[in-house]
């Protein structure tokens, strides 16, 4: 079957640096997403990696090994506005997504 | 971006009563919407994915005779919540897939409630 697994939730102090790892096991591989989610809202887009390596957009760094089945998404210079939850998801085979269960990310002053 | 608008964004409801959330494309057509449920605290749980002029394909477990899904034109689909009962309040997301490996794009999200 296919499977996305990262942590249920983490708690990071504001101005510091956070890593969210997500792990997956998929049918194929086309590409893997970075969303925020904010309660009550629909998600908005981090990041997309399909190659390894890291991509960096501002304040976000999303990471990927496709031989490990392994991305983590990094958020430097934490801000409270960043308390959300992230998920990770991957589009398969038939380029359908899948996604993570999604980590709750809890920033404390 | 491509840009969906989903509508209504809260809606309450009474038990055995029907409500129908609108998706609509506003600056391309989609062929396909998927429609998610979402419960608190978990993640995206697809239901079912419309396509235009052909019916709905849903995923196991969900029920094609309470949710009923219409993809009537290229610009717009339907989800019906038919017999509403409380366990089916959540909050309800559509997304049209972004062509090959680009990022979805998602409406708003509807909050049912079911009193």
Redesign the interface.
């Known amino acids: 079957g296919q499977n996305i697994d990262q942590p249920t939730e983490m708690t990071a102090t504001e101005g510091a640096i956070v890593q969210i790892n997500c792990t997956y096991q998929t049918s194929g591989f086309n590409g893997l997403f970075w969303y925020q989610q904010h309660a009550g809202e629909a998600p908005t887009f981090l990041s997309y990696n399909v190659l390894d390596g890291l991509e960096e957009k501002g304040r976000f760094s999303s990471f990927l090994s496709r031989s490990k089945g392994y991305s983590y998404l990094l958020l430097k210079e934490l801000q409270m506005k960043d308390s959300a939850s992230y998920l990770c998801a991957v589009k398969d085979s038939n380029y359908q997504l899948i996604w993570g269960a999604g980590t709750k990310l809890i920033i404390k002053p | ?1 491509a840009v969906v608008s ?1 509508h209504p964004s809260r809606v309450i409801c009474k038990s055995g009563t029907s409500v129908k959330i609108e998706c609509r494309s506003l600056d391309f057509q989609a062929t396909t919407m ?1 429609w998610y449920r979402q419960f608190p ?4 749980m ?1 239901m079912a994915t419309s396509n235009e002029g052909s019916k709905a394909t849903y995923e196991q477990g969900v029920e094609k005779d309470k949710f009923l899904i219409n993809h009537a034109s290229l610009t717009l689909s339907t989800l019906t919540v038919t017999s509403a009962h409380p366990e089916d309040s959540s ?1 309800y ?1 559509c997304s049209a ?1 972004g062509a ?5 794009f ?4 509807t ?1 049912l409630t079911v009193v």
């Open positions: 971006g989903q998927f605290k978990q993640s995206l697809l909050f997301i897939p090959g490996v680009t990022e979805a998602f409406g708003q999200g909050r």
